[in-house]
């Protein structure tokens, strides 16, 4: 495994659209387990491959529950909606409230070939919500209703977004 580079907002990689991934190979096997690496390495909770600068629809997640390698994901339902705050490695030093649906059911096929469906809310919807935007070239700051710099946000001892300063 190795660690690759992740692209950062202004990159015109990342505005563009990622291409479905017809057949897993060995090079997709690598791919995932480069971006899980990665997206360790970053402490971050999701991360798209055209944030390493490969245009293919392939996304790892893992919101402390362990790791998902998705490949080729699609959204079939989605209902409700909630406000929250994303953030995103490819965008440093900044977060925003993203209005994405509270329940959202995914269509995807796993590492292994296998297609799988995954009903998901909370962190867990809003993760994939997030990157698969990546595979269209989408960033959260284009949906975002705010932005916010850290200094903009407190948060008390545990980490809890307390306020957003006026
Ligand atoms: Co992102």
Redesign the pocket.
């Known amino acids: 495994m190795a660690l690759r580079e992740i692209r950062k907002d202004g990159d015109p990689i990342l505005r563009k659209k990622s291409r479905e991934i017809p057949e897993i190979d060995k090079k997709i096997q690598t791919l995932l387990d480069d971006m899980v690496e990665t997206m360790e390495d970053a402490e971050g909770v ?3 491959a055209p ?1 390493v600068g490969i245009l293919k629809r392939a996304v790892v997640i893992d919101i402390g529950e362990g790791v998902m390698k998705i490949i080729n994901p699609k959204i079939i339902e989605s209902d409700g909606e909630v406000v929250e705050l994303e953030g ?4 440093p030093n900044l977060s925003g409230n993203v209005e994405r649906p509270e329940n959202i059911k995914v269509q995807y096929t796993d590492e292994n070939g296998e297609e799988q469906t995954v009903e998901a809310t909370g962190l867990l919807a809003r993760a994939l919500c ?2 698969i935007d ?1 595979l269209d070239g989408i ?2 700051t284009d949906k975002a209703l705010e932005l916010f710099t850290p200094d903009e946000l407190k948060f008390d001892e545990d980490g809890e977004l307390v306020s957003e300063d006026e």
């Open positions: 999701g991360l798209a944030q995103c490695l490819s965008v997030h990157e990546h960033l959260y």
